[in-house]
């Protein structure tokens, strides 16, 4: 089983960008689909983008255009590269992985997350 470590959150002011990392360790990092949630005070946690392990890429309408998400297979790493920020996107964020896309919520436990602030 993969397990994840996220970090590269951080204070930032509305219109800025952060890169948040995510550094994998397990045999099968490449095999999986990973993604990227969110949760905001008092909101449930939601799905910011994923990537299949062929590399098909999907983003949630809040973030189209403004989020890109990558993968390093190498180095067993995920990127979320983050521009554009607006206040409202202000939560934790946590990464994901899994053996595919349906099962990123699920399957596993959830890091520790990163703390994004957007600033207005």
């Known amino acids: 089983q993969v397990q994840v470590v996220e970090s590269g959150g951080g204070l930032v002011q509305a219109g800025g960008s952060l890169r948040l990392s995510c550094a994998a360790s397990?045999?099968?990092?490449?095999?999986?689909?990973v993604g990227w949630y969110r949760q905001a005070p008092g909101k449930q946690r939601e799905l910011v983008a994923s990537?299949?392990?062929?590399?098909?890429?999907n983003y949630a309408d809040s973030v189209k255009g403004r989020f890109t998400i990558s993968r390093d297979n190498a180095e067993k790493m995920l990127y979320l590269q983050m521009n554009s920020l607006k206040p409202e996107d202000t939560a934790v964020y946590y990464c994901k992985a899994a053996p595919s896309i349906g099962t990123l919520a699920t399957w596993g436990n959830w890091g520790q997350g990163t703390q994004v602030t957007v600033s207005a």
């Open positions: 990537i299949s392990q062929f590399g098909n890429t």
């Open positions: 397990g045999s099968s990092f490449s095999i999986s689909a």
